[in-house]
């Protein structure tokens, strides 16, 4: 049944993506939504109730102008660093403990954190991060590193699929 269901959901977003009803068009999407659903089916709903609670459907209303702030005020960020020499620009591997538990969750942190500039996810190994950033804070101490990377968004995302 959840596949049935997820197969639907893929659909209807491909009409809507297409805004087609030609039967060339049609036939590409039912044939790409059977293939998304059979190789990644379980990455998707858990359980047809989470995705429709409606506490969860608000805090990723909200969570979607809140990440895009925090993009636009790291854009800003690099864009300063860029153009004035004397900003510092210390690179480097930072290593944090994340506390999401669900791989959507690390997933949706490890994006959000590759989404702002200035900082890229290079690797997630179990509940640990390893983020690249351009201006390493707090030498040698690994929570105050990831909260200030990752605990702006985490907060909100563990209201999401948690």
């Given at each position: 049944?959840?596949?049935?269901?997820?197969?639907?959901?893929?659909?209807?977003?491909?009409?809507?993506?297409?805004?087609?009803?030609?039967p060339?068009?049609?036939?590409?999407?039912?044939?790409?939504?059977?293939?998304?659903?059979?190789?990644?089916?379980?990455?998707?709903?858990?359980?047809?109730?989470?995705?429709?609670?409606?506490?969860?459907?608000?805090?990723?209303?909200?969570?979607?102008?809140?990440?895009?702030?925090?993009?636009?005020?790291?854009?800003?960020?690099?864009?300063?660093?860029?153009?004035?020499?004397?900003?510092?620009?210390?690179?480097?591997?930072?290593?944090?403990?994340?506390?999401?538990?669900?791989?959507?969750?690390k997933?949706?942190?490890?994006?959000?954190?590759?989404?702002?500039?200035?900082?890229?996810?290079?690797?997630?190994v179990?509940?640990?991060f390893?983020?690249h950033?351009?201006?390493?804070?707090?030498?040698?101490?690994?929570?105050k590193?990831?909260?200030?990377?990752?605990?702006?968004?985490?907060?909100?995302?563990r209201r999401?699929?948690?």
């Amino acid at each position: 049944m959840r596949a049935f269901i997820q197969f639907f959901v893929l659909f209807g977003l491909w009409l809507l993506l297409t805004w087609s009803l030609q039967p060339a068009d049609l036939i590409a999407g039912a044939v790409v939504s059977v293939i998304v659903v059979a190789l990644m089916g379980n990455m998707f709903i858990q359980r047809a109730t989470n995705i429709l609670n409606p506490v969860r459907i608000f805090w990723m209303l909200f969570y979607i102008p809140y990440l895009l702030w925090y993009i636009l005020w790291a854009n800003i960020d690099v864009a300063y660093r860029v153009i004035n020499p004397s900003m510092p620009i210390r690179p480097g591997i930072v290593r944090f403990k994340t506390g999401l538990k669900t791989d959507m969750g690390k997933t949706f942190l490890a994006n959000s954190i590759t989404l702002t500039p200035g900082t890229l996810t290079v690797d997630i190994v179990g509940d640990e991060f390893f983020v690249h950033w351009i201006n390493v804070k707090f030498d040698g101490d690994p929570k105050k590193q990831g909260e200030e990377i990752a605990g702006k968004f985490e907060r909100i995302i563990r209201r999401i699929f948690e």
